[in-house]
C-alpha cells in the first residue's frame, strides 16, 4: 500500500462548508504519484506511459479544511496491458472515500497500449492488495 498525505485548501472548501466533491479526483491521483514513477521515472510527459480508462469514486463522509487526509492506494489487479488501482482516502480516522480507477500502459508514439514489463509488475505486486 501507498500513503499520501494531502493538507486541504481553503480553496477547495466550498459554501457547504466541506470539501467540495470536485476535488477528489485530484487527491486520489496524487496518491499514485509513485504509480506513475514506476512507468515513467523522469516524469516527462514525451514519455509517459499511464492513461486512464475509468474512475469511480464513492463519496462516504463530508471532509473538511484544516485536518489532514490520508490517502491509502493499492493495486488491484494486473492484467497484461492495464491495471486496477483501488484508494481510501481518510480524515481523521474515517473513511470518507473510496475509488477505483483502470489505468493502461500506452505507447503514444505508436497509439497503443503496450504489455507491462516484467520489472513494473514486479513493483506493481508489492503493493497489491490481497482483500477487499
Given amino acids: 500500500m501507498l500513503k499520501t498525505i494531502i493538507r486541504p485548501r481553503v480553496s477547495e472548501t466550498d459554501g457547504a462548508g466541506h470539501i467540495n466533491n470536485t476535488t477528489l479526483p485530484v487527491w486520489f491521483e496524487a496518491g499514485r504519484e509513485e504509480i506513475f514513477e514506476m512507468f515513467t521515472p523522469d ?3 514525451k514519455n509517459w506511459r499511464c492513461v486512464i480508462l475509468n474512475s469511480n469514486i464513492d463519496y462516504l ?3 473538511y479544511y484544516g485536518k489532514e487526509v490520508e490517502v491509502q492506494t493499492w493495486v488491484s489487479k494486473i492484467g497484461n ?5 483501488y484508494e481510501e482516502l481518510y480524515q481523521d480516522g474515517k473513511l470518507c472515500a473510496r475509488s477505483k480507477a483502470v489505468y493502461v500502459n500506452f505507447n503514444f508514439e505508436k497509439q497503443s497500449k503496450e504489455f507491462i514489463p516484467d520489472s513494473i509488475r ?4 508489492q503493493h497489491q492488495l490481497t482483500e477487499q
Avoid at 496491458?81 to 488501482?85: A, Q, V, Y
Wanted: no cysteine; proline share 0%; net charge positive.
Fill in 81 to 85: 496491458t492495464s491495471f486496477t488501482l
Fill in 122 to 125: 514486479i513493483r506493481l505486486k
Fill in 61 to 63: 463522509n463530508q471532509i
Fill in 43 to 45: 516524469h516527462s510527459f
